[in-house]
């Protein structure tokens, strides 16, 4: 039977690490990979998860599981993070999951499961992962444009022109902020716009909040989806801790479901229990369990804000000092866009042939359509990445 398994596509993005990891060259620089480094090139255990993981040792007493949902007081204290109130309690239900990628998985699943003739809609560009679990699920997928690779900037009037050919019932895939891959987000003014329209044409959001507490702040970049969340009956919110409190490896994500009133809110957390009980039962619990103790403890949480704040303010830092080394080796402000973009990654709006010349000549390492990760900067690899960019113009 197994002889009749097709060879399947490899991930660009794992392929480009094997292909870094593969390099001799001791000055190398990798930009590909989607994960949070620090100055040294590692990704680090923050302080306030170090002492929670401490303080679980010390007084956990059992390791037997926990509830279908998660454990609840984690559910609790994540959907205060994301929506600090701005949704009744007794409309949402979630589920933890594993990281962000799987509450993505989990939240295509229920909206097939709710409305099986559904297309999703996704921006051009997007999270690759987004596309791929789509269509593994079996939903059809449309895009709507976003990004205009010139101006480095979000195509607003394209954004509105796609989004007005939606139809009733569709899901509409949201970056909550960071946009991954490009770093450009829309203002609240384009959201309220977006918002009227999709509300107008009868859509279904659905919110990626990865990257919350990266960009301009944790209540600044969750603002966004507190206003869908507020506007909409129905919204389906997928999310990641793994960048906030860079637990990667521990897979701790939640999938919150928005429904209309609270008779349907019970329902739909009966469908997230199934989704969990037939995907893997009951899901891992020590990430989660990290996360909400941080989130229960008054001192923890400080500790770990004043943390994710020294994170967040490193990488404007990074991209301020990019922004102006490429001013200065390309003698043109064409990568000013750089410093006004938020959270880990840019799009440099480079060709593939360019970003393969920055990898064969020059050791430096990014995905195809040239998606920088800032975190896999320093202040001293950012002038020889801006003399490099400028050698391949």
Request: net charge neutral; aromatic share 8%.
């Given at each position: 039977?197994?002889?009749?398994?097709?060879?399947?596509?490899?991930?660009?993005?794992?392929?480009?690490?094997?292909?870094?990891?593969?390099?001799?060259?001791?000055?190398?620089?990798?930009?590909?990979?989607?994960?949070?480094?620090?100055?040294?090139?590692?990704?680090?255990?923050?302080?306030?998860?170090?002492?929670?993981?401490?303080?679980?040792?010390?007084?956990?007493?059992?390791?037997?599981?926990?509830?279908?949902?998660?454990?609840?007081?984690?559910?609790?204290?994540?959907?205060?993070?994301?929506?600090?109130?701005?949704?009744?309690?007794?409309?949402l239900s979630s589920i933890a999951t594993p990281g962000g990628?799987?509450?993505?998985?989990?939240?295509?699943?229920?909206?097939?499961?709710?409305?099986?003739?559904?297309?999703?809609?996704?921006?051009?560009?997007?999270?690759?992962?987004?596309?791929?679990?789509?269509?593994?699920?079996?939903?059809?997928?449309?895009?709507?444009?976003?990004?205009?690779?010139?101006?480095?900037?979000?195509?607003?009037?394209?954004?509105?022109?796609?989004?007005?050919?939606?139809?009733?019932?569709?899901?509409?895939?949201?970056?909550?902020?960071?946009?991954?891959?490009?770093?450009?987000?829309?203002?609240?003014?384009?959201?309220?716009?977006?918002?009227?329209?999709?509300?107008?044409?009868?859509?279904?959001?659905?919110?990626?909040?990865?990257?919350?507490?990266?960009?301009?702040?944790?209540?600044?970049?969750?603002?966004?989806?507190?206003?869908?969340?507020?506007?909409?009956?129905?919204?389906?919110?997928?999310?990641?801790?793994?960048?906030?409190?860079?637990?990667?490896?521990?897979?701790?994500?939640?999938?919150?479901?928005?429904?209309?009133?609270?008779?349907?809110?019970?329902?739909?957390?009966?469908?997230?229990?199934?989704?969990?009980?037939?995907?893997?039962?009951?899901?891992?619990?020590?990430?989660?369990?990290?996360?909400?103790?941080?989130?229960?403890?008054?001192?923890?949480?400080?500790?770990?804000?004043?943390?994710?704040?020294?994170?967040?303010?490193?990488?404007?830092?990074?991209?301020?000092?990019?922004?102006?080394?490429?001013?200065?080796?390309?003698?043109?402000?064409?990568?000013?866009?750089?410093?006004?973009?938020?959270?880990?990654?840019?799009?440099?709006?480079?060709?593939?042939?360019?970003?393969?010349?920055?990898?064969?000549?020059?050791?430096?390492?990014?995905?195809?359509?040239?998606?920088?990760?800032?975190?896999?900067?320093?202040?001293?690899?950012?002038?020889?990445?801006?003399?490099?960019?400028?050698?391949?113009?």
């Open positions: 039977m197994l002889e009749a398994l097709k060879a399947q596509p490899q991930d660009k993005i794992l392929q480009l690490i094997q292909m870094f990891k593969d390099d001799p060259r001791t000055d190398k620089i990798d930009l590909g990979v989607g994960v949070y480094k620090d100055a040294t090139g590692l990704t680090p255990v923050m302080r306030a998860v170090k002492a929670a993981e401490k303080k679980i040792w010390e007084t956990q007493d059992t390791k037997t599981y926990t509830a279908l949902t998660g454990e609840p007081g984690y559910n609790t204290a994540m959907r205060k993070l994301i929506l600090a109130g701005s949704v009744d309690g007794a409309r990628t799987g509450a993505v998985r989990l939240g295509i699943d229920l909206a097939k499961m709710a409305n099986p003739g559904a297309t999703v809609w996704v921006s051009k560009p997007t999270w690759g992962n987004h596309i791929s679990i789509i269509k593994f699920v079996g939903l059809p997928v449309a895009e709507y444009r976003y990004f205009d690779a010139a101006a480095g900037e979000v195509d607003f009037a394209a954004v509105l022109e796609d989004l007005g050919r939606v139809k009733a019932g569709d899901v509409v895939l949201l970056h909550g902020c960071c946009h991954n891959p490009t770093g450009a987000n829309l203002t609240l003014e384009q959201w309220k716009q977006v918002i009227a329209l999709l509300k107008d044409r009868g859509a279904f959001p659905m919110v990626d909040l990865a990257y919350q507490g990266f960009g301009d702040g944790l209540d600044q970049d969750a603002e966004a989806t507190r206003l869908i969340a507020s506007s909409f009956p129905e919204v389906l919110i997928a999310a990641s801790c793994s960048k906030n409190f860079g637990v990667y490896r521990d897979r701790a994500g939640i999938l919150i479901s928005i429904s209309a009133d609270a008779e349907q809110a019970k329902i739909a957390q009966g469908n997230l229990n199934f989704l969990n009980r037939q995907t893997y039962s009951f899901p891992p619990d020590h990430g989660t369990r990290t996360v909400m103790t941080v989130l229960e403890d008054a001192s923890l949480e400080a500790d770990w804000k004043a943390e994710l704040e020294e994170t967040r303010n490193g990488m404007l830092s990074l991209r301020a000092q990019l922004a102006e080394e490429l001013r200065r080796a390309t003698n043109s402000d064409r990568f000013d866009f750089v410093a006004r973009h938020r959270g880990m990654f840019s799009l440099l709006g480079l060709t593939e042939a360019q970003v393969t010349r920055l990898r064969d000549e020059f050791g430096i390492y990014m995905v195809s359509d040239s998606r920088i990760n800032i975190a896999g900067l320093n202040k001293a690899t950012v002038p020889v990445l801006a003399k490099a960019v400028a050698a391949v113009l």
